[in-house]
Nanobody, 122 residues
């Protein structure tokens, strides 16, 4: 069984920063691309950032690339989105997504975390 667990969300003032994390654990043979999404209330889920398996390739939503970065620690199967200069419109539930091959019958699939709430408010 595979789990993705986001942590590090919370309440932050406008202009502040957060560095949440997403850790993958369980029956993982190989962890590939990981992604960070967000979903604001009443809106569609939006891709925020993508990081390749080696961590050298990163992609960002055009509207966020000046404020958000992403890194990963493959020894810990963890990604670290860095969110700076946060605005009230960044308020959303943030989700982790990972493509991986499980040791359970060698299956390849995408997994999601349960999400972490980020609220930007004074």
């Amino acid at each position: 069984q595979v789990q993705l667990v986001e942590s590090g969300g919370g309440l932050v003032q406008p202009g502040g920063s957060l560095r949440p994390s997403c850790a993958a654990s369980g029956s993982i043979a190989t962890l590939y691309t990981m992604r960070w999404y967000r979903q604001a209330s009443g809106k569609a889920r939006e891709l925020v950032a993508t990081i390749g398996s080696c961590g050298t390739i990163t992609l960002y939503a055009d509207s966020l690339k000046s404020r958000f970065t992403i890194s990963r620690d493959n020894a810990k199967n963890t990604i670290y989105p860095q969110m700076n200069s946060l605005k009230p419109e960044d308020t959303a539930v943030y989700y982790c997504n990972a493509d991986l091959r499980s040791t359970d019958n060698n299956a390849y699939a995408a997994y999601w975390g349960q999400g972490t709430q980020v609220t930007v408010s004074s």
